[in-house]
């Protein structure tokens, strides 16, 4: 199966997602954010880093790139999505998810081991977690503080769109302690912690984040 | 506007020109006169001023660095592949694969304007690695500030952090290490040192130099403005004054953009896979006119540059603040003419852009035009390596007898009830606190091959995804030590980072430095330098491993008040499988011995508990052992391939008490500990060749058996306890993780929050 990973100008974590889909046995395919071509990919992963220099507003202009309107494209029709850190404030701003990340509450970046809850296993991107499971992957942002109106966070909450919380002290005054979101076919993901840093306890804290990529490989194979 | 040319020159030999203000004395304008057969043209005096600046032109060091090279032997420079003098030094490590790495300071702009000065010294450094031909891969930041509870360190520190983060982190950079020491003589002059390393395969190496007549100069990145130009703005405002509207000058602190270096960086990883860059150099301190200058005299013929095709983001720049400005994020290439519009394309496709400036000539003339007019025409050499050179004097201290003679033998110790407390108060003091603050404002996860990073005794990153072979780095210095005696301070120094990367399992290969002291114009001052200069040099051929680069950074002091002396020593280790790194937290496996391998005796000088507790400062330093520090990394690495090391820790500030407080905390698991009869020194002392490791009881025996066969000394200390929360002294008592952690973890944020 090949998964697509874009690469932005000032996109940091690409080969970390690339290597993620290759320790789950899927083929990376880099794609470019200057091309109208999502080269016949099974899914899509928007990397972290930091997009245009995060001029404007993180991932402001990175919605605007040829390659995001193929994906916007591709995921109303289904495909997986995911979104990593920056790649989850690009799927915010390009509305493939609802709400936005703000600057995180104590104002510094923040580098750290963070414990996840698994809320929500039936997305595309969770099927090998078990609901209620904790997971310890890498939080690594400046811009992490997740928003939206209370309609939003009730629709969020009322459907079980909140896919990962965070678990003990809120490190970035995220409302509801929310980690991450999908979308209402829960095809699309979006968080800010990294999955693709805790892929191998040799260079991250846990394993624990290879669960989505292998989920994925599930996903797909079963579509 | 007119524009001071060669012409010009020729025909007003007696303009007054304000080379004082530049930082230029009588007999160096002599000189530059005497060079050129006539007065120098503004640009001229503008490259020349700041070419010959201390900061890039080392005149006061040379003499005194020579002895580095002086002092390598073939044998040490077998795996050397550049050294002193390139941009970076660069170490053959196996498998194909060469290492750069180089440390640099920005001192003065940090202190100035704390977050643009600490970013830009990372930006610095990283083309500094760049420019040899690697992808940067990391980068360590050694700092230190004044008094923690200082009003000051307040305004500075958290800018200084915020800086190095907010660069590093948007450059996709991960920091694996570095220090934060707090001393009170760093109060009005805070250091700020960088450090990068980068990979490459051997053949990709580049060196910064222009060959090849008709070859084109091409300068890529940002544009030129008007900031970080500095003293240079004092020309503009004596030959262009213009009294109705005087333009206000950009700080002279550079701004940086580390965006467009991410760009760049991709770009010219790019242009160097498809081979079509024949020459390359990063423009850092004194910009183009060193970039320039540089390329040209390392070359074999001369070079023309059309300043007027620069692009600028300020209107109304002379030619003389066009060749100084620091601009950051830029680079300038030497190409083939047949691969320019190859070139143009990369940087096209990253949106770098790209001009060309200039061409390689016959001769030996760097010549400068502005809109066809000659405003410089110089023989490189004398701009870039032919600068003046001084012998400063140098005499020892006269109150260095004094400092020496004030030991801290006659220091109340503390009773035997106060000893646990000690421990306590001693982890919560701010040089030993955690700096878990500082450096959970940095990435360290970045690009996925971190294996090791704070608060590990070094950085630790894989190289080759397929063999594993990984290196390992450790900045240290202890500038207390190196103020009672540089000469041992510095090899004090090098012996710290040595062990500090044999106890994660590598072996040290080569040696990098970043000298910062006080003005070079106090003999006592040259006296230190000189004193770790041989210290180091001396230190670095007894332990058989080279020293590849370095950096000086002088005039570190307020007023009359120098700093520590602080030599910097960054020692980089290899290490064939990353796999077997050795961890600082205890209790990994189930039933661990800890042993404490070397010697322990009352050495108090210069320690952190005089420090801490008596705010005492004299004596002799703790002495030195190469030999045993050697031995000690031979058995640590080969107690790490044989699997007999589930964890280990350096002693160093702190002694034994830190050792033990940092490997529970960071194992989250208890010890009990029993010493021998003097319990304040066997907590405290500062002895130097000690290692704290833990052995898997199933191999206790095989390991110390290694050791007594080697002839390390080594004792039983303790056992890990994983079913305990508490460190455990015996005869002493008990202290809970919980209690030890707050006080180790809370320090930094009660201070800075």
């Known amino acids: 199966m090949r998964v697509g990973v874009i690469t932005f100008p000032g996109t940091l974590d690409d080969v970390d997602a690339a290597r993620a889909v290759g320790y789950a046995g899927g083929e990376a395919v880099k794609l470019w954010h200057a091309d109208h071509d999502l080269k016949d990919v099974d899914a899509v992963i928007v990397p972290g880093g930091f997009s245009y220099g995060d001029y404007l507003r993180c991932g402001a202009i990175a919605r605007f790139a040829p390659v995001m309107q193929e994906v916007v494209d591709a995921a109303k029709k289904g495909m997986p999505v995911l979104g990593i850190c920056n790649g989850f404030q690009i799927l915010c701003e390009a509305h493939l998810l609802p709400g936005a990340l703000i600057r995180n509450h104590k104002l510094h970046f923040v580098c750290r081991d963070q414990w996840l809850k698994v809320e929500n296993n039936a997305t595309a991107w969770t099927s090998r977690y078990d609901n209620g499971a904790e997971i310890l992957v890498p939080l690594k942002s400046g811009e992490g503080g997740y928003q939206a109106d209370q309609s939003t966070l009730d629709e969020l909450e009322g459907e079980g769109r909140v896919v990962f919380r965070y678990v003990g002290e809120n490190p970035n005054g995220s409302r509801n302690d929310i980690a991450g979101i999908t979308s209402a076919n829960g095809r699309v993901v979006g968080l800010m912690p990294h999955p693709e840093h805790a892929i191998d306890a040799l260079t991250g804290p846990t394993d624990d984040g290879l669960g989505m990529f292998l989920s994925l490989v599930d996903s797909v194979v079963k579509a | 506007m007119t524009v001071d040319t060669v012409k010009n020159a020729e025909s007003t030999p007696d303009q007054e020109q304000p080379y004082k203000e530049l930082g230029l004395k009588d007999d160096e304008y002599a000189r530059i006169k005497d060079i050129l057969g006539r007065r120098p043209t503004d640009a001229e005096l503008a490259m020349y001023s700041v ?229 390359i150099q990063d423009l850092g301190g004194a910009g183009l006119a060193c970039a320039t200058s540089e390329l040209a005299s390392a070359g074999d013929g001369g070079m023309h540059v059309y300043l007027d095709r620069v692009p600028l983001r300020a209107t109304g720049m002379t030619p003389a603040e066009i060749l100084s400005s620091e601009s950051q994020e830029r680079m300038c290439a030497v190409v083939r003419p047949e691969d320019l519009d190859a070139f143009m394309a990369v940087c096209a496709k990253w949106d770098v852009i790209a001009t060309e400036i200039g061409e390689v000539t016959e001769g030996d003339r760097l010549v400068i035009t502005w809109h066809d007019e000659v405003v410089l025409d110089v023989p490189p ?315 898997p009881r199933t191999e206790e025996l095989r390991f110390t058996d290694m050791c007594t066969a080697r002839g390390l000394p080594w004792r039983k200390v303790g056992v890990v306890d994983p079913e305990s929360d508490a460190l455990e002294v015996q005869e002493l008592g008990s202290l809970p993780l919980a209690e030890l952690r707050e006080a180790w973890e809370g320090t930094l944020p009660a201070l800075f929050d």
């Open chain 2, 51 to 279: 070419m010959w600046s201390e900061h890039c032109s080392y005149k006061s060091s040379k003499v005194h660095l020579k002895y580095f090279s002086d002092t390598t032997t073939d044998e040490m420079r077998e795996k050397m592949l550049a050294g002193i003098g390139e941009n970076a030094g660069v170490v053959d490590i196996g498998d194909g694969w060469a290492i750069t790495f180089k440390a640099e300071s920005h001192n003065h702009p940090s202190y100035v304007e704390p977050y643009q000065g600490a970013a830009t010294g990372v930006g610095g450094i990283v083309r500094d690695i760049l420019a040899m031909g690697a992808r940067p891969l990391a980068v360590m930041d050694p700092l230190r500030f004044g008094p923690a509870d200082a009003p000051d360190t307040r305004r500075v520190l958290p800018g200084i952090v915020a800086g190095v983060g907010g660069y590093g982190n948007c450059l996709g950079l991960p920091n694996i290490g570095g220090e934060v020491v707090f001393d009170a003589t760093y109060a009005g002059n805070p250091l700020v040192n960088a450090l990068c390393v980068g990979a490459m395969r051997v053949e990709d190496l580049h060196l910064a130099h222009a060959s090849g007549t008709g070859n084109k100069v091409i300068l890529f990145g940002a544009r030129t403005g008007l900031d970080g130009i500095g003293g240079v703005s004092v020309l503009a405002s004596e030959t262009f004054d213009d009294s109705a509207g005087k333009r206000k000058k950009l700080p002279s602190v550079q701004v940086g953009d580390p965006f467009t270096e991410k760009v760049l960086i991709e770009c010219c990883l790019e242009l160097f896979a498809e081979r079509i860059v024949v020459g």
């Open chain 2, 381 to 695: 050499r004398t701009v870039a390596h032919e600068g003046p050179v001084y012998n400063r004097p140098i005499e020892r201290p006269a109150d260095q007898d004094a400092l020496q003679a004030d030991t801290p033998d006659g220091l109340p110790k503390p009773a035997r009830e106060e000893l646990l407390d000690l421990v306590k108060t001693m982890a919560a003091s701010p040089n030993l606190a955690s700096k878990r603050w500082v450096t959970q404002q940095y990435d360290r996860y970045v690009r996925g091959g971190t294996v090791l990073s704070q608060p590990a005794d070094s950085g630790m990153i894989r190289i080759d995804e397929t063999t594993n072979r990984g290196v390992a780095l450790s900045t240290d210095c202890n500038g207390r030590y190196a103020k009672l005696d540089p000469y041992a301070g510095a090899q004090l120094a090098l012996a710290e980072a040595y062990r500090n990367v044999s106890t994660t399992g590598a072996t040290p290969v080569a040696v990098t430095n970043c000298l910062n002291f006080g003005s070079p114009e106090d003999p006592a001052v040259m006296w230190q330098f000189e004193q770790a200069v041989k210290g180091l040099a001396d230190g670095c051929v007894e332990l058989g491993i080279p020293v590849t680069g370095g950096n000086v950074s002088f005039y570190n002091q307020t007023g009359a008040t120098a700093i520590l002396p602080t030599p910097v020593v960054g020692v980089l280790g290899v290490i064939d499988d990353v796999r077997r790194r050795i961890p600082t937290g205890i209790g990994a496996e189930a039933g661990e011995t800890l042993l404490l391998l070397g010697e322990t005796h009352a050495e108090f000088g210069g320690s952190e508990w005089a420090h801490v507790v008596h705010g005492h400062l004299g004596g002799l330093p703790p002495k030195v052992d190469l030999q045993r520090e050697k031995l000690l990394g031979e058995v640590l690495v080969a107690g790490s391939r044989d699997g007999m090391l589930s964890a280990a820790h350096d002693l160093s500030d702190g002694g034994l008490a830190q050792a033990l407080v940092e490997t529970c905390l960071i194992g989250e698991v208890g010890a009990r500990v029993f010493l021998e009869a003097d319990l304040f020194t066997e907590l405290f002392s500062e002895s130097t060749g000690r290692v704290l490791v833990a052995v």
